[in-house]
């Protein structure tokens, strides 16, 4: 999905965001055509580390996030071009927000969904009581909402661990949005 995905992010409606690509020390040559398929993407980070895994991959993407508002992307995770637009839009219309996320898709399916089915709007803690509050491939958040690492002891659902732990703190306003915005 290499230059799927890089050919998603340059077609993104609006332009003004940084991506930051951890390799975790893959050895197949990938880290090399990631980094050929962003050539000439100015905003585009490659960060290289040892094989440490998935957790320690994710928190050390984190700690490149220079702005507030950040999203999860997996290089097999095709954003639709209007994702950054989107995040911006809903983060903009309420200052308050602090994670939203959006539906997937894929071939089968024109909106994949991990919990109860929603056809509209709605807070991220009701979801969170039947499970995942949205689809972490299209999830975004704000950095001051993020206190938690991701658990590098975890070979499995890390992202869902880190999610529910950020969930059982303090009180944080979150919305799913039941559009589709990534293709998974």
């Known amino acids: 999905f290499i230059h799927q995905y890089a050919d998603a992010w340059k077609k993104q409606t609006n332009g003004g965001f940084k991506i930051v690509f951890v390799d975790d020390g893959s050895d197949d040559g990938s880290a090399d055509r990631i980094a050929e ?7 585009f980070q490659l960060v ?17 996030v220079e702005t507030d508002i950040f999203c999860i992307a997996d290089v097999d995770d095709v954003p639709i071009p209007q994702r950054v637009e989107w995040t911006r839009r809903v983060f903009e219309a309420d200052p308050s927000l602090q994670m ?3 539906g997937i ?16 709007e709605v807070d991220v803690e009701a979801r969170a009581f039947l499970g995942m509050p949205f689809p972490f491939p299209a999830a ?18 890390i992202d869902c ?7 059982s703190g303090p009180a944080l306003k979150g919305r799913y949005f039941p559009t589709s915005a990534v293709y998974y």
């Open 37 to 43: 398929a962003f050539r000439g993407f100015e905003n």
């Open 48 to 64: 290289r580390s040892s094989r440490q895994g998935r957790g320690a991959a994710l928190n050390l993407a984190l700690e490149h």
């Open 100 to 102: 939203a996320g959006f």
């Open 105 to 120: 898709y894929d071939d089968l399916t024109a909106m994949r969904e991990q919990s109860t089915f929603a056809v509209s």
């Open 140 to 157: 975004s958040f704000r950095m001051s909402a993020v206190h938690e690492a991701f658990d590098t002891s975890l070979e499995g659902a």
């Open 161 to 167: 661990d880190w999610l529910m732990r950020i969930l």
